[in-house]
Protein backbone atom coordinates (compact mmCIF):
# COMPACT_ATOMS: atom_id res chain seq x y z
CA UNK A 1 0.00 0.00 0.00
CA UNK A 2 3.08 2.15 0.67
CA UNK A 3 4.43 1.25 -2.19
CA UNK A 4 1.43 2.58 -4.64
CA UNK A 5 1.29 5.64 -2.59
CA UNK A 6 4.92 6.25 -3.61
CA UNK A 7 4.77 5.33 -6.83
CA UNK A 8 1.54 7.73 -7.37
CA UNK A 9 3.37 11.01 -6.05
CA UNK A 10 6.34 10.06 -8.39
CA UNK A 11 4.43 9.71 -11.09
CA UNK A 12 2.40 12.74 -10.16
CA UNK A 13 5.81 14.48 -9.83
CA UNK A 14 6.76 14.07 -13.06
CA UNK A 15 3.69 15.20 -14.52
CA UNK A 16 3.95 18.60 -12.75
CA UNK A 17 7.99 18.77 -14.04
CA UNK A 18 6.38 17.76 -17.48
CA UNK A 19 3.97 20.74 -16.98
CA UNK A 20 6.64 23.36 -15.59
CA UNK A 21 8.86 22.47 -18.97
CA UNK A 22 5.65 22.90 -21.23
CA UNK A 23 5.07 26.10 -19.63
CA UNK A 24 8.54 27.69 -19.81
CA UNK A 25 8.34 26.90 -23.56
CA UNK A 26 5.15 28.56 -23.93
CA UNK A 27 6.57 31.84 -21.68
CA UNK A 28 10.16 31.38 -24.04
CA UNK A 29 7.75 31.62 -27.50
CA UNK A 30 5.63 34.48 -25.74
CA UNK A 31 8.82 36.36 -24.83
CA UNK A 32 9.68 35.81 -28.44
CA UNK A 33 6.61 36.79 -29.78
CA UNK A 34 6.36 39.81 -27.86
CA UNK A 35 9.75 40.91 -29.03
CA UNK A 36 11.24 40.83 -25.14
CA UNK A 37 14.77 40.50 -26.72
CA UNK A 38 14.51 41.90 -29.96
CA UNK A 39 11.65 43.23 -32.84
CA UNK A 40 8.77 44.74 -30.67
CA UNK A 41 5.56 44.81 -31.96
CA UNK A 42 6.56 45.50 -35.44
CA UNK A 43 3.29 44.27 -37.03
CA UNK A 44 1.66 47.55 -34.72
CA UNK A 45 4.25 49.72 -36.55
CA UNK A 46 3.95 50.19 -39.75
CA UNK A 47 5.16 54.01 -39.47
CA UNK A 48 8.51 52.37 -38.15
CA UNK A 49 8.30 49.41 -40.73
CA UNK A 50 8.48 52.05 -43.56
CA UNK A 51 11.61 53.53 -42.08
CA UNK A 52 13.28 50.39 -41.73
CA UNK A 53 12.78 49.74 -45.08
CA UNK A 54 13.66 53.23 -46.60
CA UNK A 55 17.04 52.58 -44.47
CA UNK A 56 18.11 48.81 -45.95
CA UNK A 57 17.03 49.68 -49.26
CA UNK A 58 19.39 53.42 -48.87
CA UNK A 59 21.73 50.78 -47.77
CA UNK A 60 21.50 48.30 -50.17
CA UNK A 61 22.02 51.00 -52.80
CA UNK A 62 25.59 52.66 -51.80
CA UNK A 63 26.42 49.11 -52.73
CA UNK A 64 25.88 51.00 -56.44
CA UNK A 65 28.33 47.98 -59.15
CA UNK A 66 26.44 45.08 -56.71
CA UNK A 67 23.42 43.24 -58.46
CA UNK A 68 21.63 44.07 -55.35
CA UNK A 69 22.25 48.06 -56.13
CA UNK A 70 21.57 48.08 -59.15
CA UNK A 71 17.94 45.59 -58.90
CA UNK A 72 16.89 48.09 -55.93
CA UNK A 73 18.18 51.26 -58.36
CA UNK A 74 15.52 50.14 -60.92
CA UNK A 75 12.72 49.06 -58.42
CA UNK A 76 13.14 52.49 -56.68
CA UNK A 77 13.79 54.73 -59.28
CA UNK A 78 13.06 52.66 -62.80
CA UNK A 79 9.85 50.72 -61.57
CA UNK A 80 8.38 51.99 -64.91
CA UNK A 81 11.10 49.94 -66.71
CA UNK A 82 11.00 47.59 -64.47
CA UNK A 83 7.94 46.50 -64.12
CA UNK A 84 8.07 45.61 -67.96
CA UNK A 85 10.72 42.42 -67.19
CA UNK A 86 8.64 39.32 -67.19
CA UNK A 87 11.88 38.07 -65.09
CA UNK A 88 11.99 40.24 -62.05
CA UNK A 89 7.93 39.27 -61.19
CA UNK A 90 9.91 36.06 -59.81
CA UNK A 91 12.56 38.56 -57.75
CA UNK A 92 11.26 38.37 -54.34
CA UNK A 93 13.65 40.64 -52.99
CA UNK A 94 16.69 40.97 -51.47
CA UNK A 95 17.46 38.98 -48.34
CA UNK A 96 18.31 42.20 -45.98
CA UNK A 97 14.88 44.03 -47.53
CA UNK A 98 12.99 40.31 -46.53
CA UNK A 99 13.02 40.23 -43.01
CA UNK A 100 13.46 43.22 -40.12
CA UNK A 101 14.88 43.45 -36.77
CA UNK A 102 14.00 46.65 -34.82
CA UNK A 103 17.03 45.93 -32.15
CA UNK A 104 19.90 46.94 -34.05
CA UNK A 105 22.80 45.16 -31.67
CA UNK A 106 20.44 41.71 -32.95
CA UNK A 107 20.75 43.02 -36.23
CA UNK A 108 24.62 44.42 -36.35
CA UNK A 109 25.33 40.36 -35.10
CA UNK A 110 23.13 38.68 -37.87
CA UNK A 111 24.58 40.58 -40.43
CA UNK A 112 28.31 39.71 -39.69
CA UNK A 113 27.09 36.18 -38.96
CA UNK A 114 25.88 35.84 -42.69
CA UNK A 115 28.00 38.19 -44.33
CA UNK A 116 27.04 41.16 -46.66
CA UNK A 117 27.05 39.16 -49.51
CA UNK A 118 24.33 36.43 -48.28
CA UNK A 119 22.71 39.57 -47.26
CA UNK A 120 23.10 41.28 -50.64
CA UNK A 121 21.92 37.87 -52.38
CA UNK A 122 18.97 38.11 -54.55
CA UNK A 123 16.23 35.63 -53.77
CA UNK A 124 13.99 34.09 -56.71
CA UNK A 125 11.17 32.12 -56.35
CA UNK A 126 11.62 29.62 -59.08
CA UNK A 127 14.60 28.37 -61.55
CA UNK A 128 13.82 30.09 -64.69
CA UNK A 129 14.02 33.06 -62.92
CA UNK A 130 17.55 32.59 -61.50
CA UNK A 131 18.08 31.37 -65.40
CA UNK A 132 16.92 34.71 -66.63
CA UNK A 133 19.63 37.05 -64.31
CA UNK A 134 22.81 35.72 -66.20
CA UNK A 135 22.88 34.11 -69.98
CA UNK A 136 25.61 33.06 -71.55
CA UNK A 137 26.84 32.53 -75.22
CA UNK A 138 28.20 29.09 -76.30
CA UNK A 139 31.75 29.55 -75.14
CA UNK A 140 30.23 30.37 -71.86
CA UNK A 141 30.92 33.89 -71.13
CA UNK A 142 28.38 36.25 -69.66
CA UNK A 143 26.20 38.43 -72.32
CA UNK A 144 26.83 41.19 -70.47
CA UNK A 145 23.68 42.97 -72.94
CA UNK A 146 21.19 40.56 -71.24
CA UNK A 147 19.12 39.81 -67.91
CA UNK A 148 20.35 42.29 -65.07
CA UNK A 149 23.50 42.83 -66.93
CA UNK A 150 22.30 44.49 -69.62
CA UNK A 151 19.67 45.92 -67.04
CA UNK A 152 22.91 47.57 -65.30
CA UNK A 153 24.56 48.96 -67.78
CA UNK A 154 21.70 50.47 -69.68
CA UNK A 155 20.95 52.30 -66.11
CA UNK A 156 24.71 53.05 -65.84
CA UNK A 157 25.54 50.93 -63.19
CA UNK A 158 27.76 48.03 -64.88
CA UNK A 159 27.99 44.79 -62.55
CA UNK A 160 31.08 44.42 -61.32
CA UNK A 161 32.24 40.68 -59.70
CA UNK A 162 30.09 38.21 -58.22
CA UNK A 163 26.84 37.92 -56.72
CA UNK A 164 24.73 35.36 -54.54
CA UNK A 165 21.42 34.61 -55.92
CA UNK A 166 18.78 32.41 -53.92
CA UNK A 167 16.62 30.18 -55.20
CA UNK A 168 13.16 29.04 -53.38
CA UNK A 169 11.94 26.25 -55.19
CA UNK A 170 15.55 24.26 -54.45
CA UNK A 171 14.99 25.19 -51.21
CA UNK A 172 14.34 21.96 -48.92
CA UNK A 173 11.95 23.80 -46.42
CA UNK A 174 11.63 23.09 -42.55
CA UNK A 175 9.60 19.85 -41.80
CA UNK A 176 8.26 20.49 -38.63
CA UNK A 177 4.99 22.38 -36.66
CA UNK A 178 4.83 26.27 -36.39
CA UNK A 179 4.21 27.60 -33.03
CA UNK A 180 0.32 27.32 -32.03
CA UNK A 181 -1.50 30.69 -33.26
CA UNK A 182 1.33 32.71 -33.82
CA UNK A 183 0.97 35.04 -36.64
CA UNK A 184 3.98 35.11 -37.81
CA UNK A 185 4.28 31.50 -38.37
CA UNK A 186 7.17 30.81 -36.04
CA UNK A 187 9.04 27.31 -36.18
CA UNK A 188 8.28 24.97 -33.65
CA UNK A 189 12.09 23.72 -32.96
CA UNK A 190 13.36 21.39 -30.29
CA UNK A 191 14.61 23.70 -27.44
CA UNK A 192 18.25 22.91 -25.92
CA UNK A 193 17.82 20.93 -22.52
CA UNK A 194 20.32 20.53 -19.31
CA UNK A 195 20.26 17.01 -17.78
CA UNK A 196 17.94 19.05 -15.22
CA UNK A 197 14.96 19.16 -18.48
CA UNK A 198 15.58 22.98 -18.25
CA UNK A 199 16.49 25.35 -20.78
CA UNK A 200 20.74 26.61 -20.45
CA UNK A 201 20.33 30.09 -18.56
CA UNK A 202 20.31 32.42 -20.69
CA UNK A 203 18.83 30.92 -23.61
CA UNK A 204 16.73 32.98 -25.95
CA UNK A 205 15.60 31.39 -28.76
CA UNK A 206 16.60 30.50 -32.28
CA UNK A 207 17.75 33.53 -34.49
CA UNK A 208 14.92 32.23 -37.45
CA UNK A 209 12.07 33.01 -35.13
CA UNK A 210 13.46 36.71 -34.31
CA UNK A 211 13.09 37.62 -37.90
CA UNK A 212 9.43 39.41 -38.03
CA UNK A 213 8.29 38.71 -41.67
CA UNK A 214 5.59 40.53 -43.87
CA UNK A 215 2.51 38.94 -43.87
CA UNK A 216 2.49 38.68 -47.43
CA UNK A 217 5.10 36.39 -47.26
CA UNK A 218 4.38 34.53 -44.63
CA UNK A 219 2.55 31.86 -46.90
CA UNK A 220 2.68 31.24 -50.35
CA UNK A 221 6.43 32.59 -51.16
CA UNK A 222 6.51 29.32 -53.25
CA UNK A 223 4.40 27.28 -55.68
CA UNK A 224 4.22 24.96 -52.87
CA UNK A 225 2.61 27.40 -50.85
CA UNK A 226 5.67 27.64 -48.38
CA UNK A 227 6.76 31.19 -46.75
CA UNK A 228 9.91 32.86 -46.57
CA UNK A 229 10.49 31.61 -42.26
CA UNK A 230 10.66 27.73 -43.15
CA UNK A 231 12.85 27.86 -46.39
CA UNK A 232 14.54 31.08 -46.85
CA UNK A 233 15.75 32.18 -43.01
CA UNK A 234 15.62 28.63 -41.92
CA UNK A 235 17.68 27.42 -44.63
CA UNK A 236 19.96 30.90 -43.62
CA UNK A 237 20.22 30.23 -40.16
CA UNK A 238 18.77 26.62 -39.40
CA UNK A 239 19.06 26.05 -35.53
CA UNK A 240 21.26 29.00 -35.25
CA UNK A 241 20.66 29.93 -30.77
CA UNK A 242 21.05 33.03 -29.39
CA UNK A 243 21.76 33.52 -25.99
CA UNK A 244 21.97 37.07 -23.51
CA UNK A 245 25.51 36.81 -23.18
CA UNK A 246 28.78 34.81 -24.27
CA UNK A 247 29.31 33.21 -21.43
CA UNK A 248 26.05 31.79 -21.50
CA UNK A 249 26.57 30.44 -24.91
CA UNK A 250 30.11 28.91 -23.92
CA UNK A 251 28.24 26.80 -20.84
CA UNK A 252 25.59 25.49 -23.24
CA UNK A 253 28.49 25.11 -25.90
CA UNK A 254 27.80 20.88 -25.49
CA UNK A 255 24.24 21.70 -26.56
CA UNK A 256 25.17 23.80 -29.95
CA UNK A 257 25.35 21.90 -32.80
CA UNK A 258 24.61 24.28 -35.22
CA UNK A 259 26.17 27.51 -34.11
CA UNK A 260 24.96 30.58 -31.53
CA UNK A 261 25.26 33.99 -31.48
CA UNK A 262 24.68 36.07 -27.69
CA UNK A 263 23.99 39.29 -27.81
CA UNK A 264 27.10 40.94 -26.22
CA UNK A 265 29.15 39.58 -29.84
CA UNK A 266 29.93 35.95 -29.01
CA UNK A 267 29.55 34.01 -32.30
CA UNK A 268 30.25 30.07 -32.73
CA UNK A 269 29.63 29.49 -36.33
CA UNK A 270 29.25 26.15 -36.45
CA UNK A 271 30.52 22.78 -33.64
CA UNK A 272 34.23 23.81 -33.15
CA UNK A 273 34.24 27.16 -34.90
CA UNK A 274 34.37 30.01 -33.26
CA UNK A 275 34.76 33.64 -33.99
CA UNK A 276 37.00 35.50 -32.01
CA UNK A 277 38.42 39.42 -31.60
CA UNK A 278 35.54 42.43 -31.90
CA UNK A 279 33.84 43.88 -34.85
Not at 62 to 84: D, F, I, N, P, Y
Not at 182 to 203: M, S
Not at 232 to 252: G, H, S
Amino acid sequence: MIGLKIKQHEDHIKLLKRQSLKLGDSILDLQVNLGKYHSAKVDNEDHSNHQNEEETTGQILQHEKSAAGVLCQLKTRHCTQASHLTFTKDVLGIVASLGQLEDENLSSLLLEYLGVDTMLAIVCKTFECVKALETYDKEGHIIKSSGLHGLGASIGRAIDGRFLVICLENLRPFAGEFVVDDPQRRLDLWKPRLPTGECPPGFLGYAVNMINIDSKNLFCATASGHGLRETLFYNLFYRLQVYRTRADMLLALPLISDGAISLDGGIIRSSGVFSLGTR
